[in-house]
């Protein structure tokens, strides 16, 4: 199994990728921001929120969105069993299969953290759940990450941080044609998860948004 970075070739097209929804206090604002600008999206969600947010899926798949695997609960494959790496892939399985009409071929799958990538163990519990798993990564984030821990009290903070992961890629014109663009769906930063997006969408408007 061969992990994917990278979609398209020759192209100025890249992949928008959501990862940690649905949540009901972010996914919506994705979504009117996705609306707002006509771009599609790729969404990698976790089977358990999926339990509990059906709704949400319908929202997703209704605008048009692709709906992807990131496992069934957030954690770090790298520290489970071998029982219960197959456990949770398993789960996820039957969880995608009962919530989608038709299933993507292939079977996109992400999972938590990136894990797996070189993880001959994983990669390989990977195969025995589903052979046709294609493990997808990123290959272009603006690192979110940085500012889970930080407070934010204002709207000034939201726009203060957005523009620090931004920066970096402000002052780099490189072509980003085939990228594979990772953002996240967090249930405790909904508004710097919508205004990140719609800043990445305004950054990169010359280029098509499409699903993986």
Known sequence: MIPIYYK???????????DDGPNPETT???LD????????????LSGDRCEKNLSLINS?????????????????YLTL????????????EEIFTSIQSSLMPGRPIRLPYGAGVTNSR????????????????????????????????????????????????????????GSIILLHD???????????LGKVIEQYADYKFVRL
């Not at 493990?135 to 204002?154: E, K, M, T, V, Y």
């Open 81 to 92: 069993s071998n029982s219960e790496i197959f456990h949770e892939l398993q789960m996820s």
């Open 122 to 177: 994983i990669l390989d519990i990977m195969n025995q759940v589903n052979p046709k798993f294609r493990l997808i990564q990123w290959s272009w984030a603006p690192l979110g990450w940085n500012f889970l821990h930080n407070n934010i009290r204002s709207s000034n903070d939201v726009n203060l941080q957005v523009k620090s992961c931004m920066q970096p890629y402000n002052e780099n014109s490189t072509d980003i044609s």
């Open 60 to 76: 997703i798949r209704a605008a048009g969105h692709s709906i992807c695997s990131h496992g069934y609960r957030h954690v770090n």
């Open 186 to 196: 967090w249930s405790d930063r909904p508004l710097f998860c919508a205004t990140l």
């Open 33 to 44: 921001c996705l609306e707002k600008h006509g771009k599609l999206a790729t969404f990698f």
């Open 28 to 30: 919506p604002l994705l």
């Open 8 to 18: 398209f070739s020759g192209a100025k097209k890249v992949a928008l990728t959501i």
